[in-house]
């Protein structure tokens, strides 16, 4: 059963993008334009957000790969978009993302960048801190690729990698380095990474960007 | 250009698909593009010294200027002259890479996010043939890591790394001993 059925015609598919496109900057607003609203701040965290470019870019290089059986002149063109966006995403935000990512809601990613982002999927609702990787390892670990669930806070600094699953809710600390599965609501840090803290809501966590810095200060 | 970037360009085609053309594998191949500037400077340096090759100083210092100046701010990928880096060297990824005053040996790979450099003030870290460094590692200061070793995504070397195993975590600290990289390297 496809939940999110592929869509029929050039103008269904624009659609489904541009309101995918006004839930995330509405999700990015949220986070860095705290207090103000209306739509003249929409359009300053659509515009003002390079890792929501990277994102925007992102779901149409997933488009691409998703609908590569039915190759239409819109495939075409947005084809020629992700090309130019992940130009983009080298040059201004330090990141790559492989196309074949699956990224269901909101999710957000920093704009500070140098982000590679290998995973197979990332659910709604996460946040993603700088200079993170996630991907498919070749020392310490078998090959494979990791799936991020829900809600997860992962800070700056981390290495995912190899086949894992982080757990839906679970909060990854500054500077982890994960070689295991993370439970959903658990709390990982270190290197290699270890569980400190299990059910943990990290709902004040995903609220703020600043709140970064003072979980940094506390772990290093 | 010399036969230390052919080696590198031979290991970027053994990673790659080997059947595409040169011109394709640099147009692709960020790693490579940073390799080229580098061997670049490296040749003019070496160039220097014999004065039948001055003549091409005045064209190769400013186009190895652009190059660096271009690999720098695109991928955020610094190999700078004071490091010596052997003949086929492989750089996995872009971002953050930051290689200074220091020698390493043929055939290595490292990964994104990587800084070896010197502490302060002192002698750099000497590092061996066939080393695979993953990504986010650290070696800042005086090391010396023998041939064959293989340090794991997000170590941070803080001592010598004497044999050919497997180091991770933060220090680093051996894992398995007797590990073989060569079947990624």
Not at chain 1, 183 to 192: I, L, Q, R, S, T
Not at chain 2, 57 to 78: C, K, Q, T
Not at chain 2, 103 to 109: H, L
Request: aromatic share 12%; hydrophobic share 40%; proline share 5%.
């Amino acid at each position: 059963v496809h939940l999110n059925p592929a869509p029929a015609t050039f103008a269904q598919a624009l659609d489904r993008f541009v309101g995918q496109f006004f839930a995330d900057a509405r999700f990015y607003q949220g986070l860095t334009r705290t207090g103000t609203s209306g739509p003249g701040s929409l359009l300053r965290a659509a515009l003002g957000n390079r890792g929501l470019w990277l994102l925007t870019f992102h779901r149409i290089g997933y488009h691409c790969v998703s609908e590569r059986r039915r190759r239409s002149p819109t495939w075409w063109f947005a084809r020629l978009c992700h090309g130019i966006g992940s130009c983009f995403n080298v040059a201004f935000c330090k990141s790559a993302f492989s196309a074949d990512c699956e990224i269901d809601g909101v999710v957000y990613l920093s704009n500070r960048g140098y982000l590679v982002c290998g995973a197979l999927s990332i659910g709604a609702g996460s946040l993603i801190h700088e200079r993170c990787t996630f991907g498919s390892t070749v020392a310490g670990g078998g090959e494979g690729r990791p799936f991020i669930g829900k809600r997860v806070w992962i800070g700056p600094n981390c290495i995912i990698a190899g086949s894992l699953t982080v757990g839906d809710g679970a909060t990854v600390l500054p500077g982890s380095f994960l070689t295991h599965s993370v439970p959903p609501g658990a709390v990982v840090k270190g290197n290699p990474a270890q569980i400190v803290r299990t059910n943990f809501d990290n709902s004040t966590l995903r609220r703020s960007l600043t709140v970064v810095q003072d979980v940094a200060a506390d772990h290093s | 250009m010399n036969s230390e970037f052919v080696a590198d360009v031979r290991r970027f085609a053994d990673k790659d698909r080997p059947s595409q053309g040169f011109w394709r594998l640099l147009l692709g191949n960020y790693g490579l593009q940073a390799l080229l500037a580098y061997r670049l400077g490296r040749w003019l340096l070496r160039a220097g010294h014999k004065w039948y090759l001055w003549p091409l100083l005045p064209v190769g210092w400013p186009l190895y200027y652009l190059l660096s100046r271009y690999v720098r701010a695109a991928f955020d990928i610094r190999l700078e002259l004071s490091a010596d880096i052997g003949p086929g060297f492989y750089i996995g990824h872009f971002g953050a890479i930051l290689v200074r005053c220091c020698r390493i040996g043929s055939n290595c790979s490292i990964g994104r996010l990587t800084a070896i450099t010197p502490a302060a003030h002192g002698p750099g870290p000497v590092i061996g043939n066939c080393v695979w460094i993953g990504a986010h590692a650290q070696i800042v200061g005086s090391y010396r890591i023998d041939s064959g070793a293989t340090i794991a995504a997000g170590a941070v070397v803080r001592r010598d790394v004497p044999d050919a195993a497997l180091y991770l975590g933060d220090p680093a600290h051996v894992v398995m001993r007797n590990y073989d990289n060569r079947c990624f390297l």
